[in-house]
């Protein structure tokens, strides 16, 4: 089964994120690099990418012509992604310990900044089935 | 363990062959698309078969006489289509023929599939994907892995850039003395390009495009054998062979970005950097001084210090100078300021910067290396916001991480009046240079 997993942060928290103590920056980003790896290792990682700041972020409407509208202008609490990783595994049960693993990122950080929400959502992978 | 081996060294003979088997079949047949699916039937049946009935004594005559009855095959499917039965048939009776004969290889026609390959009507994306394909005898599969889209996303760039070559009606010739330099120039910079999209992705454990430098060199390998006399060819695979001598040096453990000034330099390749050390220096005798070899001298210049104190900057500073007037490219402008920081110190880098600002093309780098100036001259508060800024318009994620890094090494000082303006920077020896 695959699920994708998503990380999702307020702009005030990219913001602070961005402000942390070096140390706890360069074990966050270790913890990330880790983490990757161990579900590559075990076989579950199908691809993982991180996404640009939100300040980068623009939303596109088509205008009346069909042409895009840009804007860049985003409410105080909107969430923005983050970054997400999908993976291959057994079932639900494996994929919630996974996230879980995300959410609290490594034991020191956990301790610090508590854990981070990830939604988790299946992938529409399967083949169809016949009704017998 | 032998088995791996060769496997190895079957992929490494099938891929050094495809061009010219390809060119041969291009040359009879005037079809570069078909051509170009016939011979990768041929290479995979290769593949399949050699392994249990053994190597064919002549594999480039095995590969081509396959290739040929691929395209028989095809010939005849299309005339069912067609009816045009009588052409079609002198067609095939003179292939048939044809396929048996035992051509000597025309050195030639690889170098002509190469600039067909890299013609300017194509997009750079498209360039790239078919030179791999027909000249470095890659998969589709390991194309699309590499730059890591879906397979028949890749299949259909090889295909749309088929097409083009087919609309354009390039002819399968040597282009003509006029054209030759403006084509080669192409050539170069597709090369160019494959070995960049190697060197700077490091986007983690997942996604290795190392490669893609490996191909890129290989194959500028193959046309410095078929043009050895051209200065700048020789200039782009010394370049190739002394920046990817650094390899093992640039990343950290967990695939961390680690700066040149940085760098355990005993992990450098040194048996590379004196292959392209003497390339360059051959080249640049002959008196034809071109964009790619000044910058393979300036690689060369990095390579030789043995320490990046001992950095011979007031030379590269002049290459870089010389390199400037001979092209529009940002990263030269770039790279020139911060030459021109090490030599004059970080003010006249950061004047020369003020020149370029704004240029969107390299808006992060812009961002990193004012970063990294601001920090030789002392103002702290400066590179860190610059340094945040740079990480914040990066698509690399190491790159990102290293940025916001320098910044929070910065930052975790503690503002007081007296480290406001710090008078040196304790990571940068360089800072009175």
Not at chain 2, 257 to 269: E, G
Not at chain 2, 277 to 302: C, E, F, N, V
Not at chain 2, 393 to 400: F, G, I, M, V
Request: glycine share 4%; aromatic share 6%.
């Amino acid at each position: 089964m695959k699920y994708m997993m998503l990380m999702s942060s307020t702009k005030a928290e990219f913001d602070a994120y961005v402000n942390w103590p070096r140390e706890d920056l360069a074990e966050s980003v270790s913890f990330m690099r880790s983490f990757a790896k161990e579900l590559e290792d075990t076989g579950a990682l199908v691809l993982t990418m991180g996404l640009g700041f939100p300040n980068e972020a623009k939303l596109v409407r088509a205008g009346a012509d069909g042409d895009p509208v840009t804007d860049g202008v985003f409410p105080e609490s909107k969430e923005f992604l983050a970054g997400f990783w999908i993976i291959d595994v057994e079932g639900p049960e494996e994929a919630y310990r996974i996230a879980a693993k995300a959410s609290a990122g490594s034991p020191s950080l956990h301790k610090k900044y508590g854990s981070q929400p990830i939604e988790i959502r299946r992938l529409m992978d399967s083949a169809p089935q016949e009704w017998q | 363990m032998t088995d791996e081996l060769s496997q190895r060294s079957l992929e490494h003979l099938l891929r050094d062959l495809t061009p010219q088997v390809l060119a041969t079949v291009v040359r009879r047949f005037h079809d570069f698309d078909a051509a170009e699916d016939a011979v990768q039937d041929a290479l995979s049946a290769a593949a399949q078969q050699w392994p249990w009935k053994g190597r064919p004594e002549n594999p480039r005559a095995w590969l081509t006489r396959v290739a040929f009855r691929r395209m028989v095959d095809h010939i005849r499917t299309e005339s069912a289509r067609r009816r045009r039965e009588s052409e079609v048939s002198a067609q095939i009776a003179y292939a048939q023929q044809l396929a048996f004969a035992d051509s000597s290889p025309e050195q030639d026609d690889t170098l002509i599939l190469l600039f067909m390959c890299c013609h300017p009507s194509l997009t750079s994306a498209s360039a790239i994907a078919i030179t791999l394909r027909a000249v470095g005898g890659l998969t589709t599969a390991e194309i699309a892995h590499a730059f890591l889209v879906p397979e028949a996303t890749m299949a259909q760039r090889i295909s749309r850039a088929k097409q083009t070559i087919k609309a354009s009606e390039i002819p399968f010739q040597m282009p003509t003395s006029d054209e030759r330099v403006q084509r080669l120039r192409s050539v170069l910079h597709v090369l160019y390009l494959i070995f960049n999209e190697g060197y700077t992705a490091t986007g983690g454990n997942t996604l290795r495009r190392d490669d893609l430098s490996h191909e890129a060199i290989r194959i500028a390998r193959l046309l410095y054998s078929l043009r050895p006399a051209e200065p700048e060819v020789a200039g782009l695979l010394a370049l190739m062979l002394l920046t990817d001598a650094r390899r093992l040096a640039r990343t950290g453990p967990q695939s961390e970005l680690i700066p040149l000034d940085r760098q355990d330099r005993s992990l450098w390749d040194r048996p590379q950097i004196a292959e392209g050390t003497k390339l360059i220096s051959t080249a640049m005798r002959q008196g034809s001084i071109g964009p790619y070899q000044l910058q393979a001298a300036i690689a060369a210049l990095h390579d030789e210090a043995p320490r990046a104190e001992q950095t011979d900057w007031p030379k590269i500073l002049a290459l870089y100078g010389l390199l400037k007037r001979m092209s529009d490219n940002p990263m030269v402008n770039l790279s020139h300021a911060i030459a021109s920081a090490m030599v004059n110190g970080p003010t006249a880098g950061l004047r020369l910067l003020d020149e370029i600002q704004g240029d969107p093309r390299i808006a992060h780098r812009l961002d990193a290396a004012r970063a990294h100036l601001l920090e030789l001259s002392g103002d702290r508060l400066g590179a860190i916001t610059f340094y945040r800024s740079a990480a914040s318009k990066t698509d690399n994620l190491p790159e990102r991480d290293y940025l916001l890094l320098q910044a929070a090494r910065l930052s975790d000082v503690p503002t007081t009046p007296d480290n406001l303006r710090l008078k040196t920077s304790p990571h940068n020896p360089h800072t009175d240079a």
